[in-house]
Nanobody
Framework: QVHLMESGGGLVQAGGSLRLSCAAS????????MGWYRQAPGKQRETVAT???????DFADSVKGRFTISKDNAKNTLYLQMNSLKSDDTAVYYC???????????????WGQGTLVTVSS
């Protein structure tokens, strides 16, 4: 199995920045889609940003222009650079990946445990 581990969350003041990391370990394969999702207190989980292949990215309207998603294939790590943070960005952020695993010979979807980001006013 593939395991995803998020890191980089914490407490930050509004207007500040954080960079989240998602490291993959275990049976690594070529992921088709990777992304970041978040769940704010009392709300449903929502898509923040995704990256398909090596270049195609997509962002939620609420974070467009402020967040950047990228990945380092050599390090098997996905990143989310968050700038100009707002109180509304407070949430647990989850890393996600999918793709076809040659080890398991089937399509897989993997989620991380989540990392908490708290933005104070």
């Amino acid at each position: 199995q593939v395991h995803l581990m998020e890191s980089g969350g914490g407490l930050v003041q509004a207007g500040g920045s954080l960079r989240l990391s998602c490291a993959a370990s275990g049976r690594i394969f070529n992921f088709g889609v990777m992304g970041w999702y978040r769940q704010a207190p009392g709300k449903q989980r929502e898509t923040v940003a995704t990256i398909t292949g090596g270049y195609s990215t997509d962002f939620a309207d609420s974070v467009k222009g402020r967040f950047t998603i990228s990945k380092d294939n050599a390090k098997n790590t996905l990143y989310l650079q968050m700038n100009s943070l707002k109180s509304d960005d407070t949430a647990v952020y989850y890393c996600y990946a999918n793709g076809y695993s040659p080890f398991d010979d089937r399509y897989l979807e993997v989620w991380g445990q989540g990392t908490l980001v708290t933005v104070s006013s």
